[in-house]
């Protein structure tokens, strides 16, 4: 099992940035694993938003975030990042990260979140108008 555990969430206005972190911990680590940032904002499903293999080949992100968020990953460290620039009133939401084996390199697989197997907690983005 790997515990993950996200951080960098905040309270920011529009326009402004934040970085989320995902902590993960596993006594064995391969490349084909796949991380993915999903997010839920109160009375909506949770959604996909970006995903990662940890070798940081394949990157899919959701057309919503496109452009603004970008997905990147410390390999030594076991870090995997979302930069979000632009925030939106809209982007507002509870974010997780998630890990999983990728198994296959398209955004449908990436953005099922029944293919991912370990979900950390949750970070509270918050963006103001």
């Known amino acids: 099992q790997v515990q993950l555990v996200e951080s960098g969430g905040g309270l920011v206005q529009a326009g402004g940035s934040l970085r989320l972190s995902c902590a993960a911990s596993r006594r064995t680590w391969s490349e084909r694993y796949m991380l993915g940032w999903f997010r839920q904002a109160p009375g909506k499903e949770r959604e996909f938003v970006a995903g990662a293999e940890w070798s940081g080949f394949s990157a899919y992100y959701a057309d919503s975030v496109k452009g603004r968020f970008t997905i990147s990953a410390d390999n030594i460290n076991h870090v995997m990042y979302l930069k979000m620039n632009n925030l939106k009133p809209e982007d507002t939401a509870v974010y997780y990260c998630?890990?999983?084996?990728?198994?296959?390199?398209?955004?449908?697989?990436?953005?099922?979140?029944?293919?991912?197997?370990?979900w950390g907690r949750g970070t509270q983005v918050t963006v103001s108008s």
């Open positions: 998630a890990s999983g084996m990728a198994l296959r390199g398209n955004i449908d697989y990436y953005s099922d979140s029944q293919n991912y197997d370990d």
